[in-house]
């Protein structure tokens, strides 16, 4: 990698992490020495890029918090695979959230040029992805699911059991996606107590206004 893709592609990843990061870490992700990052961010910030770094726990090099850089840009090659990549996450259908994936993913096609969405994304299909789960939920469970993980609401939902089949009102704590089914660790609101859900066993969801 030149410099000038170096310093380009450390301020984009500075974007993404806003938190700060350490040289070391730097160094580690654009295979380096911590003696070039250090280099490489005194050029930055002679380029007006305003760098801050923080001493101590969770500190690091940082982007000012009110410094915007320009849109992202993809390149055609980048912007294919995210798509295709992507595409497979939804297809698998171990993730929940499906409804922003496929909205992120018509942003990135958006960036495409016409004849980039022809030619790369052809190509982009001769990758094939087996062992697609059998089991998976109802799109308006996923989307109730979705809406209460991003904005960490209750939902209510009904679930089939092995013996019989319940109303509950939970709080989604985290997801574990396996290659075979999705597990949802709960917090039983009703009980009390945490609780663990199969997606596929959800057959009602709604978020709790």
Known sequence: MQRSQRLFAIAEYLRGRRT??????LAERFDVT??????DLDALRDSSIPLNAERGRGGGIALDRSYALPPVNFSAREAALLITACS????????????ALESALDKVRAGLSTSSQRKLLEHMKTLQFVGVPAHTATPAVR?????AWFEDAVLEIRYAG????????????????????TLLNCMDLDKNEPRQFRLERIE?????K
Not at 20 to 25: F, I, L, R
Not at 172 to 181: A, D, F, Y
Not at 204 to 208: N, T
């Open 88 to 99: 497979w996450l939804s297809n698998m259908r171990v993730i929940p959230f499906t409804e």
């Open 162 to 181: 092995k013996n019989e089949t319940t109303t509950r009102r939970v709080r989604l704590q985290n997801v574990v996606m396996e290659r075979s089914e």
């Open 34 to 39: 911590i003696r070039t990052i250090f280099r």
């Open 20 to 25: 700060g990061v350490t040289a070391g870490e």
């Open 143 to 147: 989307r109730a699911l979705e809406r």
């Open 204 to 208: 009602h969801a709604a978020v709790v």
